[in-house]
């Protein structure tokens, strides 16, 4: 009887032995698929850093053609009124010699 109860005991330490290997293993696993995941999400964060860089240089650029645009359609428009202002006055010239 003290032998069956010793090879319980023997298989029950056995058993543990196993179990706590088998959470060791589980903890380290779960410690690389962590280390992974950290390192996949950083290299995402360049990229991303990256691509809003790009962006905001793309909106400078835009925002400068944009100041250009605005600026030549100033500059049209302050020549426009000069040339209508011309003719407006040249016309009333005219008319009035007509009349």
Known sequence: MRSGQERLEQEMRS???????????QEEMKSQI????ESQVEEIKIHVDGCILKIEEQVQCVKLKIEEVESE??????VTVGIQGK???SSFGVWDMET
Do not use: F, K, P, W
Not at 15 to 25: A, F, I, K, P, T
Not at 73 to 78: A, T
């Open 73 to 78: 359609v100033q500059r049209v428009r302050s």
């Open 15 to 25: 058993g543990q032995e196993r179990l706590e290997q088998v959470r060791s293993g």
């Open 87 to 89: 003719c407006q006055t």
């Open 34 to 37: 962590q280390a992974h995941i």
